[in-house]
């Protein structure tokens, strides 16, 4: 049996988190989505993978080699669906093989049940089934798909997890797999539905938090680096190489840190929260509940929760966050959600801004102590 | 300068050597071959008695090859990927060579200097001939030991030995040998200037010119010195020194280096992998902790004097730029080819930069420098290469093998290397800002080459210039588009445009112009649109927001946002994408551009 995971898409609805990489490098707890599925796949026992990859291609292929599993990889020049990606892959599939989104948490068990049908998807129930394919199920079999349709008429929807076998490929280039499996289902060859156990997608950039605090109960516990013998560590807590922990601070678990970061003295790092390499951590800061992505920083006496500080931003001192359950507009569409900030790319924010429900674009500035609330595109500048 | 490889094991030996000479390939390429022979199966009488040697050899890539070469059979092998110095690219000049018999073969890498000489009398002798390459006459003269040697009454290994002895007795120059010799049950390596590792497995034993084709199967790796030689056998290897004939203990060392990084994944090229990893490379060698002792001689130097060669010897021109500016300490900077011809002032400190360590000119540069008493530093890529046992300082830059011919990984990482010797000289000038440099380094990698590329693919010419610490990136641009593009590219210090070039530009000759907001910024701004009002399209490489800059240029490539010490390394991974980009549009072989080779091993 062969696994294809597609790691191709940006995930346009993550941004501005996928300037810099697809959706699937972005990292949950320290590891990018596509290294948990990774991981699933081959615990239910599949060792032959082959990862598509297209957009930013070479950061998606970069990690790859540096893992320990051999996979293959196949680049999907242009992102025309996931049945165009599948195709790439067409010339490496043997036999029947398994399909999986690089970029949603699947657990193992529920693809080794998978593994077991022929002609079958993993489905689970969500309560906004709107932002996915909504699946019809009547006596186990899947009667058909609308692809994220404005009014669902169930809960059920697909994880885009499949099991299929090469008669798929007979199909013309130019079909849809929402299409393809209602037309099996028409011509009494019906997908079967096998209920997921733990499956978890992050849509926008704040449902990352929730999934990153899933991931962090996964984490081992391993504490190495350069810890004062004054800081408090307790619960389930790991800690890279090469980072120094200031003496008076206080890591409470669930935490991961990267390697090479620095954790002022007198900091408090609270449950939920993963922090990256590279990254410096002033004195007096309390962070509870964020992601703060490789070689970000973070000044003294700032609060930081519910928020995902991307990849080289730069908090100034006295920054704080403000969280709160209100709308926000993504592409002209509002959305109510409850997270406090997400900071784009090598965006900087002087001392004493407020961040208020917002999120701020890739390479944006603001340059002076304001509140900022709502949405930033990239490239802003605040003075 | 030609890969060498060698087995002696259980299994058979053909598809290992192929698999090996594959991972030599960046060695040379032109042609390769294999010889392999059976081991004595123990019955009596045939303890020892390992078979004649078969031989395959080809013209042509090993990659290209077909599957029969796998098909020879034999425990015991050596193969040989070339790189013609001495007789054109053939079949027949390919190796492994065999004496009259066909029971000697011989692979080599290296110079036989006394070759010709030798061939005469070889020939006089009644030897004849098949190549006219060096390394035959080698075949031919273990041949007229072995016999010399029966006729003495020598037997097993005592005959071996006198031939061996002989044999290095006889040749001058550089050389690492494979050899097999019918009756012998194993492989005998020999070492002179030249480089060779053995890998010790279970129950086997390799060979070969570096690490990487042993590592898949090992990582206990015995580095020879030179004037070693070896004999791998089911017994395990023994290692006796030249003249002495005495048996010699070498280390074996265990070496962690990652094979996977090795390959080349799912990138098109090895280059394209090459210039996304070096982040990690640049932060990894700048990080990395630097012997006190080296810099204290560094410091006491009246002057500091970089010998390297190719894109070396442009990192060592931007480690003159800042040591001067900032250091204070003078510092020149010479072509290891050419420094033989000048005087080396007394307290001058000589640092020889080469990515593999086995750069034959900076190797004898630095035994120059050596022997005119001056204290010797190494930058090198290559743990227990040959230039480390000549240095008395070595500094390793963190850049892991490098397979395509161009630097580029291996050039950021020497930079790195050199910065920190500046930030430590320097009271730690930099280290902040390069300490955080791996943020900006990722987002120089986002830049997409296509419209420089499309503008460069079509000329015939391109200039690509700079002031100051830009001149020497210029320089490193011009040499990565000239070596995988073949267009030919030109880099100049700008100031010097007007005393020359200038009057090559036309609309037909495209500027690349590096011109951050430096020193040098106003008069690069002047000097631009001197360019420009000669037609030139002008591709312009600034700092981030710079409108003025946006305004004349054709094509403005705007740097992350970051400090300027920053921006020298991120121009320069600019500069390798542009040229990546337009030899892939080309459709030239990037990783192993035509009449180059990656280390230069011959003078």
């Known amino acids: 049996m062969q696994a294809v995971i597609l790691a191709g898409g940006e995930g346009q609805r993550v941004r501005p988190l996928t300037h810099s990489q697809p959706k699937v490098m972005i990292p949950v707890a320290n590891r990018p989505i596509l290294d948990y599925v990774i991981e699933s796949v081959e615990k239910c026992g599949i060792n032959d993978i082959i990862v598509v990859a297209g957009y930013r291609k070479e950061q998606v292929i970069r990690y790859l080699n540096s893992l320990d599993t051999g996979v293959s990889v196949v680049v999907q020049k242009k992102q025309l669906g996931v049945f165009d990606a599948l195709l790439c892959a067409k010339d490496l599939i043997k036999g029947d093989f398994l399909l999986i989104p690089g970029d949603n948490y699947i657990d193992s068990e529920s693809l080794s049940r998978l593994k077991t049908e022929r002609n079958a998807m993993l489905t689970a129930e969500h309560p906004y089934p709107s932002n996915y394919g909504v699946v019809s199920v009547s006596g186990g079999k899947v009667k058909g798909i609308s692809e994220k349709p404005s009014l669902a008429d169930t809960m059920t929807v697909s994880t885009g997890c499949f099991s299929l076998t090469p008669d798929i490929f007979n199909y013309p280039a130019t079909c849809m797999i929402p299409d393809i499996i209602t037309d099996m289902a028409k011509n009494g060859r019906p997908i079967k539905a096998v209920p997921a156990n733990r499956w978890h997608d992050a849509i926008y950039a704040w449902d990352l938090l929730k999934m990153n605090r899933m991931a962090l109960e996964m984490v081992k516990p391993s504490v190495s680096g350069n810890v004062s013998k004054s800081a408090s560590i307790t619960g389930n807590v790991s800690i890279g190489s090469g980072t120094v922990i200031s003496p008076y601070a206080v890591i409470a678990g669930d935490v991961v840190i990267g390697e090479n970061s620095y954790i002022g003295p007198h900091t408090c790092i609270m449950p939920g929260t993963s922090i990256g390499s590279r990254v410096r951590v002033e ?101 | 300068m030609c890969g060498i490889v060698g087995y002696t094991g259980k299994r058979n030996a053909a598809p290992l050597i192929v698999e090996g000479l594959k991972c030599l390939e960046y060695r040379g390429y032109d042609s390769f071959g294999l010889a392999v022979m059976e081991s004595g199966d123990g019955s009596a009488g045939h303890e020892d008695a390992a078979g004649k040697p078969t031989v395959i050899k080809k013209q042509g890539r090993i990659s290209d090859a077909g599957s029969d070469v796998s098909v020879a059979c034999g425990n015991i092998g050596i193969g040989h990927t070339r790189w013609a110095t001495h007789g054109v690219p053939s079949d027949v000049n390919a190796h492994p ?42 075949a031919h ?29 006889t040749l001058e120059g550089s050389f690492a040998l494979l050899i097999l010799i019918r009756g012998f049950n194993g492989l005998i390596a020999i070492k002179r200037f030249s480089p060779l590792v053995l890998g010790i497995g ?63 994944g799912g990138y098109e090229y090895f280059m394209e992998k090459e210039i996304f990893e070096q982040p990690a490379v640049f932060v990894n060698s700048f990080r990395q902790k630097i012997d006190d002792g080296a810099i204290s001689v560094l410091k006491k130097a009246s002057s500091i004097t970089v010998v390297a060669c190719g894109s070396s010897y442009h990192a060592g021109l931007i480690f003159r730029y800042l040591m001067e500016k900032y250091c204070k300490i003078p510092v020149r900077v010479e072509i290891a080819s050419e420094f033989l011809n000048f005087t080396i002032a007394k307290g001058t400190a000589v640092i020889a930069v080469t990515q593999s360590g086995e750069t034959a000119d900076t190797l004898a540069a630095l035994r120059h420098a050596k022997a005119n008493g001056c204290p010797v530093f190494a930058v090198t890529n290559v743990l227990g290469s040959s230039v480390t046992r000549i240095a008395d300082y070595v500094l390793y830059t963190r850049a892991g093998p490098e397979i395509s011919v161009a630097a580029t990984k291996s050039f950021t990482a020497q930079c790195a290397v050199l910065l920190r010797i500046v930030s430590l000289i320097g009271k730690g000038i930099f280290e902040k800002e390069l300490f955080e440099i791996y943020p900006v380094l990722e987002e120089t990698l986002l830049f997409d080459p296509a419209d420089a590329s499309a503008v460069c693919k079509d000329a015939e010419n391109i200039f690509y210039v700079g002031r100051g610490v830009y001149y020497p990136i ?20 700008a100031g010097e445009l007007k005393h ?53 240029a054709d094509i403005f490539i705007p740097l992350p946002r970051s400090e300027n010490i920053c921006e020298v390394i991120s121009a320069t991974i600019i500069l390798q994408m542009i040229a990546y980009n337009t030899a892939v549009l080309l459709g030239r072989d990037v990783d192993k551009p035509r009449n180059l080779a990656k280390s230069v091993t011959v003078i």
């Open chain 1, 283 to 383: 004195p007096f800061t309390y962070i509870e509940n964020s992601i703060l992505m490789d070689d970000s920083s973070v000044g003294s006496h700032c609060r930081i929760t519910d928020s995902v500080i991307a990849k080289g931003a730069k908090l100034g001192s006295n920054v704080t966050v403000d969280p709160s359950y209100s709308a926000v507009e993504v592409d002209g569409h509002f959305f109510k959600a409850f997270f406090g900030s997400v900071v784009g790319d090598n965006s900087v924010a002087a001392p004493f801004t407020v961040l208020k429900h917002c999120v701020i674009g890739n390479s944006s500035a603001v340059e002076n102590g304001r509140v900022i609330e709502g949405f930033l595109p990239d490239g802003s500048i605040v003075k």
């Open chain 2, 97 to 138: 060579h065999t004496d009259c018999s066909g029971d000697i073969a011989v692979v080599h890498n290296g110079i036989i200097e006394n070759y010709a000489e030798l061939k005469k009398v070889l020939i006089a002798e009644g030897h004849v001939f098949k190549s006219e390459t060096d390394t035959e006459v080698i």
């Open chain 2, 141 to 169: 003269l273990l041949e007229k030991f072995c016999n010399t040697a029966d006729a003495d009454g020598l037997i097993g290994d005592e005959k071996i030995d006198f031939a061996v002895k002989n044999l290095m007795n």
């Open chain 2, 474 to 493: 210029s320089l490193e641009g011009a040499l990565k588009m000239k070596e995988i593009t073949y267009i030919h590219a030109e880099g100049c210090a």
């Open chain 2, 500 to 552: 020359g070039p200038f009057s090559l530009l036309t609309p037909k000759t495209p500027v690349v112009a590096v011109c951050t907001k430096d020193d040098a910024y106003p008069v690069m701004i002047s000097n631009i649109k001197e360019m420009k009002a000669r037609g030139a399209p002008v591709i312009a490489i600034g700092s981030s927001g710079d409108k003025d800059l946006k305004e004349i």
């Open chain 2, 202 to 264: 279970d129950d086997e034993l390799f060979a070969s010119s570096d690490m990487t084709p042993i590592l898949e199967h090992t990582q206990k790796i015995l580095f020879l010195e030179d004037n070693d030689y070896a004999y791998l056998t089911p017994d395990g290897i023994r290692v006796f020194g030249y003249p002495s004939g005495e048996a010699v203990e070498r280390e074996v060392k265990t070496v962690d280096w990652d094979v996977e990084s090795a390959k080349k």
